[in-house]
Structure formats: C-alpha cells, structure tokens
C-alpha cells in the first residue's frame, strides 16, 4: 500500500504561515471558493521553495479545488455544524468553544441544515462547477474529541457514573462521522490527508480517526464505550489507522492489539516505539516528533531522536516520521535534519548498524 519507503512529512501551524507568507486564516480561508483554491497553491509553492529538494511542493503549479485546509492541522467543521461556537483568527486555528451542553445529544439533521453546512456546499458545488472535480479533504476529528467540544468535561462523568445516555450520544456521533467520511471520499478520493499528510504517501485512501482525547480516558472506558467505532471501521474502511497525538500511545498497545486490524497508527512524542512494536507487529507507524522539544533541540539532537525511533520501530515498510504544528519559532535548519536523517535511514540497508553508528558519531 505504500507509496515510499520510510515517508516524511511536515505540518506548518497558522503562526508559521501568517508570519512568513502573509496568508490569514478567517472564514475565508476555509470557505471561500477562490480563497481555497488560491491559499493551498501559495502554501505548495512556498514548501517547494523551502523544501523541494526533499519532495515537498510537488503541486506547486496546479491549482487544486482543496475542499478542505490539507496544509493544516485543524478540526472543527464537525463540531461547528453541531453548534459549538467556532472562533476564526487572522493567525491561529479555527478555536472551538465548548458548548457544554445539558443534555447527551446531538441533532444530526439539524447540522446538516446549519449555515456551516450550507457554507460548506457552496464551497462545493462552486469548486466542482468550475474545475469539474474536487481534490483534498476535511479534518473530521473523532468521536470522543466531538463528544467532549459538545457536553464538556461533564462527560467524564457521565461515562464514570454509567450515564445510559452516553452509548447512545456516541452512537449519533459515529454514524454522523460516517455519513460524512462516505461523502468525502466519494467526492474527492480520500479522507484523512487533512488529519496527517503522511495518508498521501499510500495507494488506497487512508481513513484515520482522532482519538487525541484518549489520553484522557483509562483504556477500560476506551474498551466500553468506544472501540467499537473502530472495529466497524477496520472492518468496513481499510486501511483503517488511529491518530493518537498524546505522549503515552504505548499504554493502549496491548488494546489496540485487539482490534481485528489496525493497518496505521499515528503515535505522539514520548511513547514507546519498541513496546507498540512488540504488540503491533504489522501496523504501520507513524512517528510523530513534538513541534515544541524540536525548537529546544540542535540540529545533532534532531537527528539522534529521529535515528533512535526509526530504529525502535523496525521496518523501514511500517514506519513514517512527521513533525505536525510547528509555530513561528521553528528555524529552517531543524526540519531540514528531520528530512536529512530519513534521507539516510531509507538508504541503510540494516537499521541496527545505523542506530550503532550513530550512537559512536555521538560520543
């Protein structure tokens, strides 16, 4: 299924783009037709720029009808059209106010008559009347991060206390998630580029589910109330892969193991690569590396983290590395070691001498 050996891949956070290219991200930016269209390709030809030696900016003279920001880590639309409130800033991401809302539940078909929604297929129809076809898509999030924007932290709560109510308050999320998904990808041919753009780096569209907020839970509750949106989903979706930004993704290693497949999985900084490795032997890692330690790290420093998780996880077939949000404090050398050091590592024929090597360059 994959494209390149051992992918790379960065996320620019707004503060980046706002400072070095003048670009604003209003409402606009996400829902105008002309604004789309126009903002993806300065952000392709600005990444060529920068970084076109290592791939980067390949779509840099195509104007493509992007239905949704895939230069951005940024998922609201979903939590939007439900009725939080969603604040849009020249130079930071969509910021989503909690609703807290009383009651566990949603108006599924009331958020498709919003006037996000009805935004949102202006946005549509415009781009695929003028170009015939549309390209890209929408970071949709996740059940529990969706759930949590709407009811609020009294939803840890009401799944301690049993509520029910909760079951079915996650139920509505899921099918509304899938309905949605099931448009996307008919529209557009893929459905998570927009949640991490190592998904362009395979042959099939790669469908994966945010669970940022799962850190959050115990790997109990995950069990009982949520693994089953991802067993239908791995069953009905694949490759089916987890996006799971926060620093302990190893603590659901033996969890994830039980799901029927898990053909991706995108792990936060901080954990532990070999341990996911042991329970996950033939999913696909994506290696995360934190925005905010790579600004504190010298460029040596870059290169030993990213040789020392690349080795943990074993195969350069199943292994990806992405750096995501980094801010207007990031300097260019940083990210060129990133893509240095997985330039090195797809050429070593065994990791094992690699990570040794490394290690005695070090001392």
Same mark, same amino acid.
């Given at each position: 299924?994959?494209?390149?050996?051992?992918?790379?891949?960065?996320?620019?956070?707004?503060?980046?783009?706002?400072?070095?290219?003048?670009?604003?991200?209003?409402?606009?930016?996400?829902?105008?037709?002309?604004?789309?269209?126009?903002?993806?390709?300065?952000?392709?030809?600005?990444?060529?720029?920068?970084? $076109?030696?290592? =791939?980067?900016?390949?779509?840099?003279?195509?104007?493509?009808?992007?239905?949704?920001?895939?230069?951005?880590? *940024?998922?609201?639309?979903?939590?939007?059209? #439900?009725?939080?409130?969603?604040?849009?800033?020249?130079?930071?991401?969509?910021?989503?106010?909690?609703?807290?809302?009383?009651?566990?539940?949603?108006?599924?078909?009331?958020?498709?008559?919003?006037?996000?929604?009805?935004?949102?297929?202006?946005?549509?129809?415009?781009?695929?009347?003028?170009? $015939?076809?549309?390209? =890209? +898509?929408?970071?949709? =999030?996740?059940?529990?991060?969706?759930? !949590?924007?709407?009811?609020?932290?009294?939803?840890?709560?009401?799944?301690?206390? $049993?509520?029910?109510?909760?079951?079915?308050?996650?139920?509505?999320?899921?099918?509304?998630?899938?309905?949605? !998904?099931?448009?996307?990808?008919?529209?557009?041919?893929?459905?998570?580029?927009?949640?991490?753009?190592? *998904?362009?780096?395979?042959?099939?569209? #790669?469908?994966?589910?945010?669970?940022?907020?799962?850190?959050?839970?115990?790997?109990?509750?995950?069990?009982?109330?949520?693994?089953?949106?991802?067993?239908?989903?791995?069953?009905?979706?694949?490759?089916?892969?987890?996006?799971?930004?926060?620093? +302990?993704?190893?603590?659901?290693?033996?969890?994830?193991?039980?799901?029927?497949?898990?053909?991706?999985? +995108?792990?936060?900084?901080?954990?532990?690569?070999?341990?996911?490795?042991?329970?996950?032997?033939?999913?696909?890692?994506?290696?995360?590396?934190?925005?905010?330690? #790579?600004?504190?790290?010298?460029?040596?420093?870059?290169?030993?983290?990213?040789?020392?998780?690349?080795?943990?996880?074993?195969?350069?077939?199943?292994?990806?590395?992405?750096?995501?949000?980094?801010?207007?404090?990031?300097?260019?050398?940083?990210?060129?070691?990133? &893509?240095?050091?997985?330039?090195?590592?797809?050429?070593?024929?065994?990791?094992?001498? &690699?990570?040794?090597?490394?290690?005695?360059?070090?001392?």
């Amino acid at each position: 299924m994959l494209k390149q050996k051992l992918p790379v891949d960065i996320v620019l956070a707004p503060e980046w783009w706002h400072k070095n290219t003048g670009i604003t991200f209003d409402r606009d930016f996400f829902f105008h037709p002309a604004r789309r269209v126009e903002c993806e390709q300065k952000m392709e030809q600005t990444l060529y720029e920068r970084w $076109g030696r290592y =791939g980067l900016g390949a779509d840099r003279d195509k104007k493509r009808p992007e239905l949704g920001a895939v230069h951005l880590a *940024a998922g609201f639309f979903l939590s939007e059209i #439900l009725g939080c409130r969603v604040e849009y800033t020249e130079n930071h991401p969509p910021l989503v106010h909690c609703d807290n809302r009383e009651k566990l539940q949603v108006n599924a078909e009331g958020a498709t008559r919003s006037g996000t929604y009805k935004d949102f297929e202006s946005l549509y129809d415009a781009l695929q009347k003028k170009y $015939g076809y549309l390209t =890209g +898509d929408i970071n949709w =999030g996740g059940v529990l991060n969706i759930a !949590l924007d709407i009811r609020g932290q009294q939803l840890f709560l009401d799944m301690a206390l $049993g509520d029910e109510n909760v079951q079915g308050f996650f139920d509505e999320i899921h099918q509304l998630l899938s309905r949605f !998904l099931s448009l996307v990808e008919r529209s557009t041919g893929s459905t998570s580029v927009s949640v991490n753009r190592v *998904a362009r780096y395979f042959d099939r569209p #790669l469908m994966l589910h945010s669970e940022c907020s799962h850190t959050m839970i115990s790997c109990e509750d995950y069990e009982r109330y949520l693994m089953k949106y991802d067993i239908l989903w791995a069953k009905h979706n694949r490759p089916f892969g987890i996006h799971y930004c926060g620093n +302990d993704p190893h603590r659901y290693a033996e969890t994830f193991a039980k799901l029927p497949v898990l053909d991706f999985l +995108d792990l936060g900084w901080g954990g532990d690569v070999a341990l996911l490795r042991k329970h996950l032997p033939d999913t696909f890692f994506n290696i995360r590396i934190s925005p905010v330690e #790579l600004t504190r790290m010298d460029t040596v420093e870059v290169k030993n983290a990213v040789r020392k998780l690349v080795t943990d996880s074993g195969d350069p077939f199943l292994t990806g590395v992405c750096c995501i949000n980094m801010d207007d404090t990031v300097t260019d050398d940083k990210i060129d070691a990133i &893509f240095e050091t997985v330039e090195e590592m797809r050429g070593m024929s065994e990791w094992s001498s &690699f990570a040794k090597a490394s290690e005695d360059k070090s001392e």
